[in-house]
């Protein structure tokens, strides 16, 4: 009588398929089960999984290959699709109670539950990962995924898919400066993402408490201070990004370790290792993956990912690869998913792309993506994470960019000379005449910019109260001042 195959068997397999999303052939997957099975036996277990669908078989003769899930519906005979259906069906129905909402996409947050839909093989990462550490196996670093990755013919990103994201990042056609949508909506981006970017590191900044941070500098009470520092770093990483020289900013080494010298300012056990490539091993907490040690390897495999990244056209598949290969690597003794959210950002940015602020994604649906690329070299989960989370991002952000009135680049460019003509004027106590602001006009504009200079301050003179001072760092008292000088002259006269 035959040995009745255990449940146990059967997943050890369809786990090793599971990590391997091309296919392995009947020897391939010999040699990844360790050699412990005769080949007889393990077709036997392969004939149960090919069953009961949890795995199908693709090509023929000496290139079959197997492959976990079940085959697509236009690869199965009609009354095979018909049996599979209804033993999936029957499965359900017997389903112990009680089985995790997170398998059905349905994730617990702080602020309710997020439901994000997951594909069947996202749902068996998932169901991986939740395994406890003894259950499932200890991985290390594989370069392959990295090696094998060609920028603009490997995709992590299906073309549908970035169709749609293109749609709904992009609604303004006329082509601007890059960083133009994301400086539009700097105020509640830098807020959002500060928030949320902390919030999946398990801090307990409530999304007021960071914006009275930003804002005001008034940390919130009984916090950690390494939380505060936290949003604060996250802020001055962010302004980076944003406000700072286009042309110095990008997927490289600079931009990185920046980044990461930003982040991690005043969090790092070595102060010596902020933004500073890793040169001793780490472990990863709640994983049962262990990255790569040699200082040398990181050093390389670092260079590659910012080759590849910057040959990738498409900017999301560009954002995507950047969050997987960079925690996967690990280049850093810390702080590395941080650099790898906001790294995420600068293909966006640069494409003038709504931004992606991580606002709302459940942490536990974000680790277990990360969990699917450090033990199983698989980014399904992660990415159906990404799409989601930029969905939501652009729900947010697209409306608040619309409403703002696009910024007079004049005022800009003489922001500073505006306020230094205006405060003068009010703190000398002189009449605001077209001669007395073009005197002074001459001294800080260009030549032919001085006529729209003019009128531009002779404007707002006409607008100056108590309640828009400030703008030029003029005390109440010198506006007052000011006010009844002009009141006791025109009187005089």
Not at 107 to 116: L, Q
Not at 194 to 214: F, K, Q
Not at 277 to 283: G, I, M, Q
Not at 398 to 411: H, K, N, Q
Request: aromatic share 6%.
């Amino acid at each position: 009588m035959p040995k009745r195959i255990t449940e146990t068997e059967l997943e050890k397999i369809a786990d090793v398929l599971l990590r391997h999303p091309a296919g392995l052939s009947l020897r391939q997957l010999q040699s990844e089960l360790g050699g412990a099975l005769s080949r007889r036996t393990l077709s036997r277990r392969i004939s149960a999984l090919l069953a009961t669908s949890r795995i199908h078989r693709r090509g023929e003769g000496r290139s079959i290959r197997y492959v976990h899930g079940p085959a697509p519906a236009a690869q199965r005979p009609q009354h095979i699709e018909r049996d599979r259906r209804t033993s999936v069906a029957q499965s359900a129905a017997i389903a112990p109670a009680g089985k995790p909402a997170e398998l059905a996409g349905q994730f617990e947050t702080p602020e309710g539950v997020v439901t994000i839909e997951l594909s069947a093989i996202a749902r068996d990462i998932l169901e991986y990962v939740s395994r406890p550490a003894a259950a499932r196996i200890p991985r290390g670093y594989e370069r392959r995924l990295l090696d094998d990755y060609v920028p603009n013919k490997s995709a992590y990103i299906p073309d549908k898919i970035k169709a749609h994201l293109h749609k709904i990042g992009k609604p303004i056609v006329a082509k601007r400066a890059a960083g133009t949508f994301a400086r539009d909506i700097l105020n509640r981006f830098l807020i959002d993402l500060s928030w949320a970017s902390s919030r999946l590191e398990g801090n307990t900044y409530s999304r007021l408490d960071t914006e009275r941070l930003i804002q005001f500098g008034q940390e919130a009470e009984g916090k950690d201070a390494k939380e505060t520092q936290m949003i604060l770093n996250h802020k001055a990483a962010i302004e980076l990004l944003v406000e700072d020289n286009v042309d110095d900013i990008g997927i490289n080494r600079f931009t990185l370790l920046n980044l990461h010298a930003l982040l991690s300012e005043n969090l790092m056990a070595d102060p010596e290792g902020s933004g500073r490539l890793r040169r001793r091993p780490v472990d990863i907490s709640g994983s049962v993956y262990t990255p790569i040690a040699i200082p040398q390897v990181i050093d390389e495999c670092f260079s590659q990912i910012l080759m590849k990244a910057g040959s990738i056209g498409d900017p999301f598949e560009r954002a995507l690869f950047l969050m997987v290969q960079l925690p996967y690597l690990q280049p850093f003794e810390d702080v590395n998913k941080r650099v790898s959210r906001l790294a995420a950002n600068i293909p966006l940015i640069r494409a003038d792309l709504c931004p992606l602020s991580f606002v709302d994604v459940p942490e536990r649906a974000y680790i277990a993506g990360n969990l699917g690329v450090y033990e199983m070299t698989r980014i399904e989960l992660l990415r159906e994470v990404f799409v989601w989370a930029y969905e939501r991002s652009c729900q947010r952000y697209v409306v608040v960019r619309d409403s703002i009135a696009e910024p007079d680049r004049f005022r800009m460019r003489y922001r500073e000379a505006l306020t230094e003509v205006v405060s003068q004027i009010v703190r000398e106590k002189k009449q605001p005449t077209v001669d007395e602001i073009r005197g002074r006009a001459e001294q800080v504009v260009e030549a032919l910019d001085v006529p729209r200079f003019v009128e531009l301050a002779t404007q707002e003179f006409r607008r100056l109260n108590e309640f828009n001072i400030a703008r030029y760092r003029l005390r109440l008292s010198e506006y007052r001042a000011w006010a009844q000088a002009l009141q006791s002259a025109n009187v005089t006269r």
